[in-house]
Each structure stands twice: as structure tokens, then as C-alpha cells.
């Protein structure tokens, strides 16, 4: 059955992450000369300090030989893991001697065996005692040290540290990278038997393990620092990586050195705690690694959901892994729809898109296929432009990103923009065309005048004068309308009273409204304030909406209504509200979006520019023009800013 010393040491070397430096800093454990054999090979592997000071043998010496080299007369087939032999000891130059020796078998497969060399007065049951508590310590300790995380593990292990060693200080010190200065991060005992730091001097001597006692040279400020605290003993051993000291692992005491106190076994915990603070370190950057690649990733799902475009990610067999909310509205597809479809399945029409993916594969990436259409779920056509972009890593291709970018409201407004260009173009030959027109009309129009008076009254061409006449004022009436339009505006600010100018323009259309059995009615809000604007051109704007509301109610008469109210809904910038209502039979709904726009009418002999000069009046006066129609009824809202005395 194997022994306690056994099972601790077959658990270290059980661990995957043990090393061989690890195994022999164990066999340094044992206070009895030791030597370690593999008995598959039948070769010495070690010898601890003791038994090289006993036999004079250093392990260069015994470095590939067998072990009767050492022990002449060991039988390694017939061992057993805690027997006890009197074997035969060989010594570099002396006589051989004969001892009593313990073998401990330290791996699960009986392949290591630690021979120790037991004093004639060992008493095993007092020797495996304390040796079990101290095993018992180290396997506490190195459990702690594999949990890697050293902000709540290393207290514990400190206090492990005293009591492994018997200690009654343990200190850890580490090297500051931007200072040069060691500082005390951990500490278990008296926290005045250590200093809160030490110059970077003390990590340059002591980059082997040391034992100073009281009454030794003093050569580092730890050293110093004990002398003057009356500290007896302080025993250091550096934490090093690849070769170079981080850091210190200091204890120390104020009583005679206990026997649990050596080096060596100090050095094996130093080792397993630079071993735990690499492993934190690797877990610490691995965790803000990972965060980080967390952020990353979130950011990018945010930005691909929000957007504009649409966007696929094609696995390498070109099925299809997700698409963004945009491209499920563009295609009219939902997400879980897609998933591991083909992508011909889905993006249908594109006829270049298959060579860029296939350019794709090759790791190279299509900006743009040029302008193509793809279709929607429903079967309707649009324009997109797709970029192709390869998704590598290490040359490997991981996936291939498509972004669709729909182009229809770019064509639409491109094909807008054309039209108000040519509409430009038309505007100008139209305003020279009215100014060149307009004195042929007039001449026209006075020789008929002359041409009807010298007829008799009777005559009856008279009735085709009349009607020469009046198509004349027309067509001057049009070219006037077309002028206005064309021409800038100049408009020449006063402080207008609303009351009094609307009373007056509802005075000067009485004589119409009673010929077309109109009633007027008037509201004016009190309170209401002064507007700044161009009498002559607000005239215009009155006269084609009140010329409007009149010829809607030609037929059936009823009333007209005009209100004045505040808008003080921006409270900084009072506006008036001006309505004109009527009770006409409305405007149809596919005019109502154009109304404003210049040549939309539903006049039979409108000019369709009435509406249009209107609304550029109004805008130049810093105001706007809204309509609300419905079967029944018209009502045009003007707002034009108050006059607030600048």
C-alpha cells in the first residue's frame, strides 16, 4: 500500500503542468539524503543535496548510469513503495557503506522510486507525522496555486507559507514597471518585520535564494530592515521568469530558525507562486482579450443592425449565415427564412454577382458590380449596387460579406432633377416668349377695339370681335401670370396692420361676392399683432386664394370665411395664422400633393401659376402655405411671422 509521502507526490506528478525542475525541487523536500531512479530504465535521474554531500557524487557524475552504479546490491524487480532494506551505498573514493534505506514509488504507474536514506534512530511513525502535516500544507498550497486567481488566492497561500515553514512572516514583493522600486503587495505577520518597499538594488542581489541571519553582513535594505527591527532570520527566494526576477518571496523570524525552515522548499513555493501569477497574468489578459473582442463584437452587430444597407454573410459554400433587418426589408425576407438557403434562392436577378463571388473565394473583393436589379419576395423590381467583400483569416476563407445598397430613391431623384431642369429650361424660353407675345396681343387687341367701334352695333361680326377681344385679355392675363412668375421678386417690407388690411380686401371684394351670392365672414383674434411685409405682393396672394375660393362656389354660393388667430407654439418667434375657407366641393386627393407646383390646376381656364406665385410670396415673407381639403370644403392656412418691432 503506498505510503502518504506516496499518494502526495504521485498527485504532483500527475499533473500535466508539473516539469521536471518541479520533480526535483520535491525530491529537495525530503530532509534524508534521497536519490530518485526510473526503474524502466534502470538509470539514477537525481540526487538531492544531502546524499551528493554523503557519497561525494555530483549528478553531471551519475548522469546516464545504471543504479547499481550507486547501490551495487539493490534488486529493483522485487520493490515494494514503503519497504525498508539494508542496501549497499558506493562513495566516490571511499569504502563502500552499508544503510537503511526507504522506497516510495511517486507515480501512478510505478515508474519513479525515491530511495531515502534513513538515521539508525529513525522512528517512522514520528518522521511520517510531521511529514504528512508538511505534505499535507504543500498540497493545500498547490491546489490554491492552480485555481489561478491571485487577488483572492494569494492571502491564503501566504498564510500557508508561515505555516509550512514555521515562519512567523511571509512577503511577497514585486518589481514596479515604472519605478524602480520592489513593492510589498502581500503580507501575512508582523507587517512591521518587512518594509512597504525596496530599491530595485535588492532584486539584483538576491537573485539567488538566501538565508541571512542576525549577526551576518548586511548587503540589501531587506537585510537592513531586519537588523533594526531585531528580526533574527530572513530567508529570500526570487520569483523568476524566462531567467529574469519579477519580483521577491521574503519570510523571516524573530526566534531561533525552526527546523520546517529551508531553502529549498522555499524555492519550490516561490516557483509555484511565479507560477500562479503567470497564469493569472495569461487569465487576466485573456479575460480583457476576450471583453474586448466582446465590445468589438457588439459594436459591429449594432452597426450591421442599424445599418442602411443591406447585409448577407455567405458561409464558403455560398449558403446563406444571417442577414441584417435592412436587407430583410429590402427582400422582403425574414431572417430565420434565409438561414442555410442557397444565395440564388434569395438574390435573385443579379446576373454578375456570381464572378465576384467566385472572385471572392480567391480572397479578392468587388467594390462595386455596377448598377443591377435584384427582385423582392413580391416579384418587384429594384436597382441596387452590391460590393462583394472576402471574410479571411491566415489566408483561409471564413465567410463572404454582401452589402446591397437600393438605388431607387437616387433614380427617382435623379429622374426629379431632370425634370425641374428641363421645367427651368421651359421656364426661360416661356418668360421671353410671354415678353415678346405680349405687345403682338396688345396690338391685336386695340385693333379689334378700333375695328368693333367703327361697326354698327348689329353688325354681325360684332359677336366675333367680342370674342377676339376676350381672348386677347386672356392670353394677356396668361403672359402677365407667366411674367410674375419668371421674373424675381422685389419686395419692399412695411408694418402692416392685419386688421385693417384684411377688412380692406374683404371691402374691395364685396361688390363680387354679392354677384355670386357669396357671404363673407370675418374673424380677427384680438390681441392680434402687426405683420412686416409687402402690401402690393400680399395683395396678390389674397386675391388669387379669396379668386380661387369664389369661382369653387360659382355655382351654389354659401360663405366665405377668413380668420386671424396667434400660433405661439415657438415661443421666441409669435406667427399669424390666416385661414381662408370655403365651401366648395374640394380638391381631388391627386392634385392636393401638386397643388403648389406651377401648371396644376382644376380650373378650366387657369394658368395653374396662381398657386405657385402664392407660395413663393409667402416663402419670401418667411412664412409658409398648407391646404386641407375634403369633399365639401377648402381651406388654405397662411403663417406669416408677427412683427415683433425689429
Known amino acids: 500500500m503506498k505510503s502518504f509521502t506516496s499518494q502526495f507526490t504521485s498527485n504532483l506528478l500527475g499533473r500535466s503542468s508539473l516539469g521536471v525542475d518541479e520533480v526535483f525541487a520535491l525530491v529537495n523536500l525530503y530532509e534524508e539524503p534521497c536519490a530518485l531512479i526510473d526503474l524502466t530504465t534502470d538509470r539514477l535521474l537525481f540526487l538531492n543535496s544531502q546524499l551528493v554531500k554523503q557519497t561525494a557524487f555530483s549528478n553531471s557524475d551519475l548522469r546516464e548510469k545504471s543504479t547499481g552504479f550507486l547501490f551495487p546490491n539493490l534488486d529493483l524487480k522485487s520493490l515494494t513503495s514503503g519497504e525498508f532494506q539494508e542496501i549497499e551505498l558506493n562513495r566516490r573514493a571511499l569504502a563502500a557503506v552499508n544503510v537503511r534505506v526507504r522506497f516510495d514509488f511517486i507515480d ?223 427582400l422582403g425576407y425574414a431572417d430565420w427564412e434565409v438561414k442555410g438557403q442557397p444565395f440564388d434562392n434569395i438574390l435573385i436577378g443579379a446576373d454578375r454577382l456570381m464572378p465576384a463571388l467566385e472572385d471572392a473565394k480567391k480572397g479578392n473583393t468587388t467594390h462595386n458590380i455596377g448598377k443591377t436589379y435584384l427582385n423582392r419576395r413580391n416579384g418587384q423590381s429594384f436597382p441596387v449596387q452590391i460590393k462583394v467583400i472576402p471574410v479571411m483569416r491566415s489566408e483561409q476563407l471564413l465567410g463572404i460579406e454582401i452589402l446591397l445598397i437600393d438605388i431607387s430613391e437616387n433614380e427617382q431623384s435623379k429622374a426629379l432633377t431632370q425634370q425641374l431642369e428641363h421645367r427651368a429650361v421651359l421656364g426661360d424660353y416661356t418668360a421671353a416668349f410671354a415678353h415678346d407675345v405680349r405687345n403682338p396681343i396688345n396690338n391685336i387687341s ?23 377681344q376676350n381672348d386677347c385679355t386672356r392670353l394677356n392675363h396668361l403672359m402677365e401670370s407667366f411674367l410674375a412668375f419668371s421674373r424675381p421678386l422685389e419686395l419692399k417690407f412695411e408694418p402692416i396692420d392685419l386688421n385693417n388690411y384684411l377688412q380692406r380686401i374683404i371691402d374691395r371684394w364685396r361688390p363680387k361676392f354679392a354677384k355670386v351670392n357669396v357671404t363673407p365672414v370675418i374673424h380677427i383674434d384680438a390681441g392680434i399683432t402687426r405683420i412686416k411685409g409687402d402690401p402690393r405682393s400680399l395683395d396678390q396672394v389674397f386675391t ?82 398648407s391646404v386641407n381639403s375634403f369633399p365639401g370644403g377648402t381651406v388654405f392656412t397662411i403663417r406669416l411671422p408677427a412683427d415683433n418691432g425689429e
Open 544 to 625: 388669387n386664394l379669396i379668386s380661387n375660393a369664389l369661382d369653387a362656389m360659382t355655382d351654389t354660393g354659401d360663405m366665405l370665411a377668413i380668420r386671424a388667430v396667434m400660433n405661439n407654439d415657438i415661443a421666441s418667434h409669435p406667427n399669424i395664422d390666416i385661414s381662408i375657407s370655403d365651401n366648395g366641393p374640394g380638391i381631388p386627393e391627386d392634385i392636393k400633393e401638386h397643388i403648389f407646383e406651377p401648371f396644376v390646376t382644376t380650373r378650366q381656364k387657369g394658368t395653374g401659376l396662381g398657386l405657385a406665385i402664392t407660395k413663393q410670396i409667402v416663402t419670401a415673407h418667411k412664412g409658409s402655405i
Open 446 to 468: 386695340t385693333g379689334i377695339q378700333l375695328l368693333g367701334a367703327k361697326l354698327p352695333p348689329d353688325d354681325p361680326n360684332q359677336e366675333i370681335i367680342t370674342r377676339v
Open 108 to 330: 501512478p504507474n510505478a515508474r519513479w522510486v525515491v530511495i531515502r536514506l534513513l538515521p539508525r534512530n529513525y522512528q517512522e511513525n514520528d518522521e511520517e507525522s510531521r511529514l504528512e502535516k508538511l505534505f499535507a500544507q504543500i498540497i493545500d498550497f498547490v491546489k490554491i496555486s492552480e485555481r489561478a486567481n491571485i487577488e483572492n488566492d494569494i492571502p491564503q497561500m501566504m498564510d500557508l507559507v508561515c505555516r509550512i515553514l514555521n515562519v512567523d512572516t511571509a512577503c511577497l514583493f514585486q518589481a514596479e514597471p515604472t519605478f524602480p522600486t520592489l513593492k510589498r503587495i502581500y503580507l501575512s505577520g508582523g507587517p512591521s518585520d518587512f518594509p512597504a518597499e525596496l530599491p530595485s538594488t535588492d532584486l539584483v542581489r538576491l537573485v539567488e535564494p538566501v538565508l541571512w541571519k542576525h549577526g551576518n553582513r548586511v548587503i540589501t535594505e531587506i537585510h537592513r530592515h531586519a537588523r533594526i527591527n531585531a528580526v533574527e532570520y530572513v530567508a529570500t527566494a526570487p520569483l523568476k521568469q524566462d531567467d529574469a526576477a519579477i519580483g521577491i518571496l521574503a519570510v523571516c523570524g524573530k526566534g531561533q530558525i525552526p527546523k520546517e525552515m529551508r531553502i529549498s522548499v522555499l524555492e519550490f513555493i516561490a516557483f509555484q507562486l511565479m507560477d500562479l501569477i503567470q497564469k493569472s497574468t495569461l487569465t487576466r489578459n485573456l479575460e480583457e482579450k476576450i471583453l474586448s473582442e466582446q465590445k468589438k463584437i457588439e459594436l459591429r452587430n449594432v452597426t450591421v443592425e442599424n445599418m442602411q444597407e443591406g447585409a448577407l454573410l455567405l458561409l464558403p459554400d455560398l449558403t446563406i449565415a444571417e442577414i441584417n433587418p435592412s436587407a430583410e426589408w429590402m
